[in-house]
C-alpha cells in the first residue's frame, strides 16, 4: 500500500510504533496527520504504521489485539486437553495416583510425505492431586523404566506458580515440575486445519538420565531428505537440547544431547549455508552485562546463531543474532518460535517476546527476514506483534485455564498463498493460524529494518 495514496489531501488518525531520534519507543500512539507521513518516516526510522478512517480516536491497546488477532479469517484451535486419551499415555499403570492433561500445547511441525502436516504436542501429565499428607509430589522417570513419584515436605515448597513448585536452600533456584511431559503426534490434514490420525504409539518419551522429568518443546525441520527433531529434556543432571532424526517424518529416533544445560529453543534452519547447518539458540542465565547508555539493545535473553557440520557438534557464532530492543518491555525476554524458512528475501523467522506480567509475562510473537547468506545481519523485523493470545479461542476451556496472555509459536508450513502457524494457546491447547505471506511483505511493513 501507497500511504500517500491513502492520505494524501484527507487527515486520519495513524498508529505509530517505532524509534523516534532519541531512540525511544513510540508504541501504540495515535498522531493525526494529513500529508504524506514519509518525512515522519524518515524522521521517526518508523517501524509500523496503521490507518483507520472511523472518526474516533480508538483504544490502543484494542487496537493492537484487534491486529495480532483478529485480522486473520482462519484462526482455530486443533487439539485441547480433552482430546488426550490417557489410558493410552506412556505413564498409563506406572503408580496409583490420578494424573489429567495439564496442556496439550507448544506443538512442533512438518509436512510427511503424502502431503499431510504433522504436529508433535507437548502433553505436560500432571497429578490430580500433587499435594497429599503435607508434601507436594511430582513425576519422576527412572532408570528402571518406571515412573514414580516423589514427595517434598510442604513448608519447603513454594508453589504460586501452578506448572513448577521452587524448593527452598542451596543458594540459586531449584524446582521441579508438577507435570512431566511427552511428545505426541498428531497427523492433521494438508491445511493443518482437522486431525486425521493421533499416533500414540509413535509418542516419545523419557528414556534416559537426561529426560527423568520430561521431553518438552519439539521443533522440527526438514533438511534436504533427513527430519531433524530438537527437544528440552529435563533432568537434575541438567536442562538441556536434545536431538532426533528421522527419515519420514514419523518415527523418530534419539540421537544425542547437542546443546548443554539451559541452552533451550533451538531451532534449525530448514536449509543449509555453504554446507553448513545452522541453528538458533537461547541460552539462559541470571547474570548479564549492560549495553551502554542509549544502547538501542537490551541486556537480558537474546537469540543466538550456532553452526554445525554434521548437526550434532554445533559451534556459537561469533556475531550476536537477534537481541531484545531498549525502547520496549514486550520484548524484554525474547526466544525462538519456528525454524528459520527461506524466503525469496531471507530466511523468515518467528519468536517470541514475553512483556514482564505477574508470574508468567505476556507471550506475543513477532517475525524477522534474516539475510540468506548471514542470519545475524536482520533485513526487516516488526515490532508489532504478529499474534497474540487470543481469549475467544479459550473460551469454552475457561475451567481448564491456569494462564492468559500467552501464545507460543513453534511451527511453520508453506499453504500456497499464506503460511500455516502452529502455536500453543495458553499453554494448554493446539492453536492453527493462517496467515498470508502479505503480512511479511516490505510493501506492508515499510521502514521495519533490524
Known sequence: ????????????????????????????????VGIVPLHMHKRLRLLSFKFDTGDPMPDTQAALQQSATARYTIDKLVLTPDDIDLSRSPLAGHFDAETYVLGAFNPGMTRLPNGNLVIFVRVAEALRQPIVDGHVHAIRWDESGKYVLDAWPLEHANTADPRKFLLQGGGWKIMALTSLSWILPVELTPDGLERVAIHYDKAIAPQ???????????RV?????????????????????????????LDWQFADIVLDHQNKDMLIFEGQIDGEYWAQTR???????????????????????????????????????????????????????????????????????VEPKEIVGIYRTYWSILDRN?????????HVPLLEANPDLTRSLEHQMYVRDVV???????????????????????????????????????????
Open 1 to 32: 500500500m501507497d500511504p500517500s495514496s491513502v492520505l494524501r489531501g484527507r487527515t486520519y488518525p495513524i498508529l505509530i510504533s517505532g524509534f523516534g531520534n532519541n531512540g525511544r519507543f513510540l508504541r501504540g500512539r495515535w498522531y493525526s
Open 208 to 218: 534416559n538420565s537426561l529426560q527423568v522429568y520430561g521431553v518438552e518443546d519439539p
Open 221 to 249: 525441520s526438514k533438511v534436504g531428505d533427513r527430519w531433524l527433531m530438537t527437544t528440552c529434556s529435563v533432568s537434575p543432571e541438567r536442562h538441556s537440547t536434545t536431538l532426533y532424526t528421522s527419515d519420514n517424518g
Open 283 to 353: 541460552p539462559l542465565g541470571d547474570l548479564y552485562f549492560a549495553y551502554p547508555p542509549g544502547s538501542e539493545w537490551r541486556a537480558g535473553p537474546s537469540i543466538n546463531l550456532s553452526t554445525s557440520k554434521d548437526s550434532l557438534y554445533w559451534k556459537p557464532c561469533i556475531r550476536a543474532g537477534i537481541r531484545p530492543h531498549s525502547g520496549t518491555v514486550a520484548t524484554a525476554r525474547m526466544g525462538g518460535g519456528t525454524p528459520p524458512i527461506l524466503t525469496d528475501e531471507g530466511w523468515l523467522t518467528l519468536w517470541h517476546g
Open 374 to 382: 548471514d542470519p545475524s545481519k536482520t533485513v526487516r523485523t516488526d
Open 408 to 450: 507460543f509459536t513453534t511451527g511453520i508450513a508453506d499453504g500456497g498463498d499464506h503460511y500455516i502457524v502452529a502455536s500453543g494457546e495458553a499453554d494448554l491447547a493446539c492453536r492453527i493460524t493462517h496467515i498470508p505471506k502479505s503480512s511479511f511483505s516490505a510493501a506492508n511493513n515499510l521502514g521495519n529494518s533490524g
